[in-house]
């Protein structure tokens, strides 16, 4: 009800322009980006692992189960919490309102099939197997620096449980450009919009799950580590050059005949 009223409206996904637009907005589209005075190339020495920092849910946890059956060591970085801690559930009421307004727009009835379809998939993440380790949730700082010394940091775009349909919903978060702004070497599904943005001399990317885990195996060979270094510059490089803040708003700027 309010959008209409501001000069601009900036959206982070482009998939929502046509709802914005139906309501009168006046919509620009920017992607995140990352801070090149925050986040650098921490690099000190390769470790031969994939990691992965974010907590490993719903259809997240497929996917790494997928490498962990490929026999690809896994680090995943995320806050454990205790089974004493209870989730808070919301109130009926509240669920089925919430159902009721994504029933309303395309990607709000894909979102509710892709959590029906998630239901009927083993989503428990394999801890049992030999290349799983588990590992605490991490500070910025330390985030830098692993996203650095890592041969591959997987990057999951799969909005919410959507990767359990057969074309699941791709949302860039800020992990995305947060990880060549280290000078690390991500590792993501193949996205057009993300082609837009980096070329597969700067990100590694899989069409599928075999090629997801060929690619995983190969990068992390010790014999690659030079190759590794030297996509993590050129992504280093293209990030601090087209994918910082400040590109962002001067972009935001010029279209509001600002001088920033």
């Known amino acids: 009800s309010i959008s209409p009223f501001f000069d601009k409206v900036w959206l982070t996904s482009k998939e929502t322009e046509p709802m914005f637009k139906k309501w009168g907005c006046n919509t620009i589209f920017q992607p995140y980006a990352a801070n090149p ?3 650098n190339d921490r690099f000190s020495h390769h470790i031969t692992r994939l990691a992965f920092i974010g907590t490993p849910y719903g259809t997240r946890s497929v996917l790494i189960n997928n490498l962990l059956n490929g026999d690809i060591p896994c680090d995943v970085y995320f806050k454990r919490v205790s089974h004493h801690q209870q989730i808070n559930s919301l109130p009926m009421s509240l669920r089925l309102r919430n159902i009721s307004r994504m029933t309303r727009f395309s990607i709000g009835r894909r979102l509710l099939l892709s959590k ?4 009927f998939i083993n989503t428990k993440l394999n801890q049992d197997s030999d290349c799983y380790q588990a590992k605490n ?4 700082e330390e985030m830098n620096v692993a996203y650095s010394n890592y041969a591959l940091s997987l990057n999951i775009t799969d909005l919410l449980t959507t990767g359990a349909l057969k074309h699941p919903i791709q949302k860039l978060h ?3 450009f947060e990880i060549p702004m280290c000078a690390g070497l991500e590792l993501v599904a193949d996205n057009d919009e993300l082609k837009d943005y980096f070329s597969e001399d700067e990100m590694v990317f899989y069409s599928n799950k075999d090629d997801m885990i060929d690619k995983a195996r190969f990068y992390i060979r010790p014999s690659n580590a030079i190759l590794c270094r030297n996509m993590k510059r050129n992504a280093r490089k293209r990030a601090e050059r087209e994918h910082c803040w400040k590109r962002r708003f001067d972009v935001v700027f010029d279209s509001l005949n600002i001088k920033a």
């Open 37 to 39: 005075f925050i986040y």
């Open 116 to 119: 029906i379809a998630a239901s």
């Open 137 to 140: 949730s991490l500070s910025f």
């Open 174 to 176: 800020l992990r995305t």
